[in-house]
């Protein structure tokens, strides 16, 4: 069967990094997404990685292993506005969307 | 870039009733739209894919004369929950695909809370 593996709730401090890790068995790859929701919210898209490495953006940065089926998101400078459920999803042979349950990210001052 | 509309935000209605849920590509032509529902503090539930002027294919479990999805045109596609029972109350969000986007990813529509009593 298909599955995405993430830890359920994470805690880390303002101004500090904070690496979500996610991990999949899908039939098929056609790359991996991840969606940052804030509560009441529906999903905003963060990162996409089709290709093994790091992707950069800004405070966030995201980076696949298709060899390990591993991905993490990486957080850097925490801000309280960061706090929120972080949604790992990836795309399979046909092109749909697996989702993982969410990481929800709390920070703290 | 891409923005996906949805209408309304919150419904509240009487069971037995019908809810039409309405989904807006603004900027960009959608051939595929999807519709997801979310219970709380759980993840997405994708209910149904939606292609423009066809039958949307829909998730196992998911009753389609129940969630009836209509993709009239390439900027619309419509859920409609019929009879709609308590159960039914949960947080319902559609999607859309830019194609002409860098890795077509889904953008979100802002999400309807429909609450039946």
């Known amino acids: 069967g298909q599955n995405i593996d993430q830890p359920t709730e994470m805690t880390a401090t303002e101004g500090a990094i904070v690496q979500i890790n996610c991990t999949y068995q899908t039939s098929g790859f056609n790359g991996l997404f991840w969606y940052q929701q804030h509560a009441g919210e529906a999903p905003t898209f963060l990162s996409y990685n089709v290709l093994d490495g790091l992707e950069e953006k800004g405070r966030f940065s995201s980076f696949l292993s298709r060899s390990k089926g591993y991905s993490y998101l990486l957080l850097k400078e925490l801000q309280m506005k960061d706090s929120a459920s972080y949604l790992c999803a990836v795309s399979d042979s046909n092109y749909q969307l697996i989702w993982g349950a969410g990481t929800k990210l709390i920070i703290k001052p | 870039g891409a923005v996906v509309s949805q209408h309304p935000s919150r419904v509240i209605c009487k069971s037995g009733t019908s809810v039409k849920i309405e989904c807006r590509s603004l900027?960009?032509?959608?051939?595929?739209m999807f519709w997801y529902r979310q219970f709380p503090k759980q993840s997405l539930m994708l209910m149904a894919t939606?292609?423009?002027?066809?039958?949307?294919?829909?998730e196992q479990g998911v009753e389609k004369d129940k969630f009836l999805i209509n993709h009239a045109s390439l900027t619309l596609s419509t859920l409609t929950v019929t009879s709609a029972h308590p159960e039914d109350s949960s947080f319902y969000i559609c999607?859309?695909?830019?194609?002409?986007?860098?890795?077509?990813?889904?953008?979100f529509g802002p999400g309807t809370r429909l609450t039946v009593l």
């Open positions: 999607s859309a695909v830019d194609g002409t986007s860098d890795y077509n990813e889904q953008f």
């Open positions: 939606s292609n423009e002027g066809s039958k949307a294919t829909y």
């Open positions: 900027d960009f032509q959608a051939t595929t």
